[in-house]
């Protein structure tokens, strides 16, 4: 009987923050379910379990919109209230997911009075750092993508700032945090490319007017993007139709941080068989003006895609033909400048890549 008691408390332990999985917010992910008085001290939250839904681990602090730190205006970009990291503090929830699947978590983030600011994402055993150094939007928040592959059946999502400041009240915001299931794509006889059109990708949140960062491969092995891999040391955008101009289907990738941001893909070819690469080149309808230029790469060859955008929204197509010299062919984007928003000089923009089209020549 003693037996049985225990087993049953550890299970009511194991499945107090399970959630079962579905694409969006997570169980209180955007922390509107407030913690109870008695569980905090000031904005602090006091206990393991302080928060519903989750579970804390060192300062966490429970903010509400238009809070002030000093002279700074604490800002929550979606509903009334955010929590806060301190040194070496994290929030983790128990996830309920399919062993050997993909996913991909979505969060939004911002700075408060620390510059050289961190977030550990884990989701148990893999985990990636993501620095928040560049700040993409004016208002401060940020949202990003990491993508995991279930190597368990039930997995520990950890959000963890490891920095340490001499005020524990500087670390960073957290807001708004989903997850989605990912479906790799495979090329076609139509379209050697994989996800040649964006459409499969991370959670966009309904007011996602600001798209999702998509980090850098060093930072996380498995790529958002299924197909792509993010081959820079900046991070590229991911945009929808509901908030932006796409030049096809919903979803298109925007390149915000020049050469410091690309994509690519390495797809299979015939040695000497010729292939054309064409692709839509456009801008986002984001007040991203200017001489704009892409530069795309299909092997060793190369071209140059210039664009005068007037910031409202457009395209134009480009074909780059080639001749295949190996096997496998590596297909890359990024744009030549740097570009910011004429309404907007603190937030980084840029070209939009789209429809991405790789077909071999008959007859060669």
Request: net charge neutral; proline share 5%; hydrophobic share 40%.
């Amino acid at each position: 009987m003693r037996g049985a008691m225990l087993l049953s408390v550890l299970l009511v332990t194991t499945c107090r923050f399970a959630f079962s999985l579905k694409d969006g917010l997570v169980e209180n992910g955007n922390f509107e379910f407030s913690p109870k008085q008695s569980d905090m001290k000031g904005t602090e939250l006091i206990g393991r379990y302080a928060l519903p839904k989750w579970e804390i681990s060192g300062f966490v602090e429970y903010i509400k919109a238009g809070q002030k730190q000093g002279d700074m205006l604490l800002v929550v970009p979606e509903g009334a209230y955010a929590v806060r990291l301190g040194n070496e503090a994290s929030i983790k929830q128990i996830l309920n997911v399919t062993k050997g699947m993909y996913y991909s978590i979505t969060f939004s983030a911002a700075r408060t009075c620390a510059q050289e600011e961190k977030l550990n994402i884990s989701v148990s055993p893999e985990w990636g750092v993501l620095p928040m150094q560049t700040m993409y939007s004016s208002n401060g928040w940020d949202s990003y993508a990491w993508a995991f592959k279930a190597l368990l059946d039930v997995v520990d999502l950890v959000i963890h700032n490891p920095g340490v400041e001499e005020d524990p009240a500087c670390g960073p915001l957290i807001d708004s945090v989903a997850i989605k299931a990912l479906y790799p794509p495979k090329p076609t006889n139509k379209n050697i490319m994989k996800n040649w059109g964006f459409e499969e990708g991370p959670y966009l949140f309904p007011n996602a007017t600001s798209g999702v960062l998509i980090p850098p491969n060093i930072e996380d092995k498995h790529s958002p993007l299924p197909g792509w891999m993010v081959e820079s040391l900046k991070a590229v955008k991911y945009i929808n139709a509901e908030n932006f101009w796409v030049p096809q289907g919903r979803y298109a990738i925007e390149l915000v941080a020049g050469k410091e941001s690309a994509i690519a893909q390495v797809v299979r070819t015939i040695t000497g068989k010729t292939y054309t690469l064409s692709f839509s080149v456009g801008d986002a309808n984001n007040s991203c003006e200017g001489s704009m230029v892409v530069e795309a790469f299909a092997g060793k060859d190369t071209i140059k895609v210039p664009y005068e955008s007037k910031g409202k929204g457009g395209f134009k197509r480009a074909v780059l033909k080639f001749v295949a010299v190996s096997t496998r062919t590596r297909i890359m984007f990024y744009s030549t400048f740097y570009t910011m928003r004429s309404d907007d000089f603190s937030s980084l923009c840029g070209p939009v890549i789209d429809d991405v089209k790789l077909l071999s020549l008959r007859g060669t």
